[in-house]
T-cell receptor, first 109, second 115 residues
Framework: DAKTTQPNSMESNEEEPVHLPCNHS???????IHWYRQLPSQGPEYVIH???SNVNNRMASLAIAEDRKSSTLILHRATLRDAAVYYC??????????FGTGTRLKVLA | KAGVTQTPRYLIKTRGQQVTLSCSPI?????VSWYQQTPGQGLQFLFE???????NKGNFPGRFSGRQFSNSRSEMNVSTLELGDSALYLC???FGAGGYTDTQYFGPGTRLTVL
């Protein structure tokens, strides 16, 4: 199983962009990179996923390094509602997600 | 579309008892996964069911078991409860077509406290 390394915590000011890094140097060539976040007192929720190229959706953007050993989740304008623990997860063909410790994002008003 | 529902939301048991938790997936989803979340160990995968068959299992003792019904609803059971089983138990549902790109939708969890 691929392992991930993320900063324990990060802070951002409201309305500013946030770049959340993840190292997944042991990822296999076919694993997708998924990002989920867990808001306080809720179950995790899907944010975005990608394989090789950069991806965008209404919530965020995902930048994947060319060697696929790292990726960065980008929140373009952080709001107070984005305060959560963010997890990057290498997804293989199974649904057996290996959650790391994640990054706790604090958004300052 | 209704989300993943879990019942009960809160549960208090004593050591040695057993407990059954229930999960109703999103309509049309055939895969149900279970996770345990504790402050010390974080989120850990328990098992995954698809079409009433267990497809994957995490590294938990045999006291933890589950099953899935023909309507995709799932239950998990923990027998001979220990204090360390106190946790938030999360259920997630997916279409089941494959984990590469499929999204897991998590329920709110069942908070189990073992006294």
């Amino acid at each position: 199983d691929a392992k991930t390394t993320q900063p324990n915590s990060m802070e951002s000011n409201e309305e500013e962009p946030v770049h959340l890094p993840c190292n997944h140097s042991t990822i296999s060539g076919t694993d997708y990179i998924h990002w989920y976040r867990q808001l306080p007192s809720q179950g995790p929720e899907y944010v975005i996923h990608g394989l090789t190229s950069n991806v965008n959706n209404r919530m965020a953007s995902l930048a994947i390094a060319e060697d696929r050993k790292s990726s960065t989740l980008i929140l373009h304008r952080a709001t107070l509602r984005d305060a959560a623990v963010y997890y990057c997860i290498p997804a293989s063909g199974t649904y057996k997600y290996i959650f790391g410790t994640g990054t706790r994002l604090k958004v300052l008003a | 579309k209704a989300g993943v529902t879990q019942t009960p939301r809160y549960l208090i048991k004593t050591r040695g008892q057993q407990v059954t938790l229930s999960c109703s997936p999103i309509s049309g989803h055939r895969s149900v996964s279970w996770y345990q979340q504790t402050p010390g160990q974080g989120l850990q995968f328990l098992f995954e069911y698809f079409s009433e068959t267990q497809r994957n299992k995490g590294n938990f003792p045999g006291r933890f078991s589950g099953r899935q019904f023909s309507n995709s609803r799932s239950e998990m059971n923990v027998s001979t409860l220990e204090l360390g089983d106190s946790a938030l138990y999360l259920c997630a549902s997916s279409f089941g077509a494959g984990g590469y790109t499929d999204t897991q939708y998590f329920g709110p969890g069942t908070r189990l406290t073992v006294l």
